[in-house]
């Protein structure tokens, strides 16, 4: 079972892995601040490529840079 911990999206950085409540995994490939918001973007392990804006206190599932992914 991978470890999977609850941060804050300003706590985020570039290579962690958001889980989905549905079992899905989306590698973070970049980070931005807009406006009081973050930009994320994403990777999916078939290629494709997302982003979503949250605000910095919202709490995501994360799984650790450097832990196995499920792609």
């Known amino acids: 079972m991978d470890n999977v911990?609850?941060?804050q999206t300003r706590e985020l950085a570039v290579g962690d892995i958001l889980v989905s409540a549905?079992?899905?995994a989306y590698e973070?490939?970049?980070l931005a601040?807009?406006?009081r918001g973050i930009r994320v973007q994403y990777?999916?392990?078939d290629g494709r490529t997302g982003r979503f804006?949250?605000?910095?206190?919202a709490?995501?599932?994360v799984r650790p840079a450097?832990?196995?992914s499920v792609a």
Request: aromatic share 0%; no cysteine.
């Open 5 to 7: 911990e609850l941060r």
């Open 22 to 24: 549905s079992g899905g």
């Open 28 to 30: 973070i490939t970049k």
């Open 33 to 35: 601040r807009v406006g």
């Open 43 to 45: 990777a999916t392990g």
């Open 53 to 57: 804006t949250a605000a910095p206190d």
């Open 59 to 61: 709490v995501t599932r």
């Open 66 to 68: 450097g832990s196995l």
